[in-house]
């Protein structure tokens, strides 16, 4: 049995088949009323007929309406600074009209404190003796550590080894490579008064060393040091800083490479 159609555009096709072969066997269908189908699909069409122009209408209607919105933006702002110039003396005057004088810039403030400093990684073993550090060689290493500095590191480590001394050969192609250490901490909360221009990573002995000194910076909540001293039992933390000023550091990792 045929089902009845559930779209507009099928009824519409099934009337216009229905009065087509009614009105080419009426013998056969002796009891249809012709004239009240027709009628009824008349009403249907002069109605949708309708709705199509009242919808063209509207989207007309529309795109005048912003038209005239972007033109009464206008106009008002400049208005608005007419007035401000009229009451540049007693800008509390323009309280009369809706509006305010204008609110005094935020000055800068140091950037809130990053936290969750933690070790990612430190030391690794590689099979290509001039490792750089990067992922792939490396446990839970990363691939997309960049935009960030080494400060005054440099191819020597602070007690004076060089690179070729922090290595080792440990036998089948495989180089541990010492002096390494991957940080990673949260982001200072985002405040435009307390944006962060870079973090400064500090760094001082963990035997009884009170001046903690910067050794590197970085863009990003992240940082790959190469070439740290090794053997040596050190404590790191992280400073946001911008030009107001540094935050509050971070928790302190304790490590010895």
């Known amino acids: 049995m045929a089902a009845y159609p559930r779209t507009q555009s099928k009824v519409s096709t099934l009337v216009e088949s229905m009065i087509a072969g009614f009105d080419e066997h009426p013998d056969d269908f002796p009891s249809v009323d012709v004239a009240a189908l027709r009628a009824a699909r008349d009403e249907y069409q002069t109605a949708s007929d309708a709705l199509v122009s009242a919808q063209a209408q509207a989207a007309l209607a529309a795109e005048t309406k912003a038209d005239k919105l972007e033109k009464l933006n206008a106009v008002t702002k400049i208005q608005l600074k007419l007035s401000q110039v009229d009451s540049a003396e007693t800008p509390q ?16 403030r140091p950037p809130h404190q990053p936290g969750d400093l933690k070790i990612i990684f430190q030391n690794f073993y590689s099979n290509h003796t001039n490792h750089t550090g990067h992922a792939g060689d490396t446990p839970g290493g990363r691939g997309d550590i960049n935009n960030s500095t080494a400060g005054d590191i440099n ?20 180089v541990e ?19 962060v221009r870079f973090y400064s990573i500090e760094r001082r002995s963990a035997d009884g060393e009170e001046i903690w000194r910067p050794i590197a910076s970085s863009l990003t909540n992240e940082i790959l040091l190469e070439n740290e001293p090794t053997a040596v039992r050190f404590e790191y933390r992280v400073k946001a800083v911008n030009a107001a000023g540094e935050s509050f550091a971070t928790n302190i990792v304790t490590v010895t490479l």
């Open 93 to 108: 005057k323009l309280h009369f009209i809706g509006w305010a004088p204008r609110a005094d810039s935020q000055a800068t």
């Open 155 to 174: 191819n020597s480590t602070a007690d004076g080894k060089s690179e070729n001394e922090c290595s080792k050969n440990v036998g089948n192609g495989i």
């Open 177 to 195: 490579k010492r002096g390494v250490l991957h940080l990673r901490w949260k982001k200072s909360a985002f405040k435009r008064a307390r944006f």
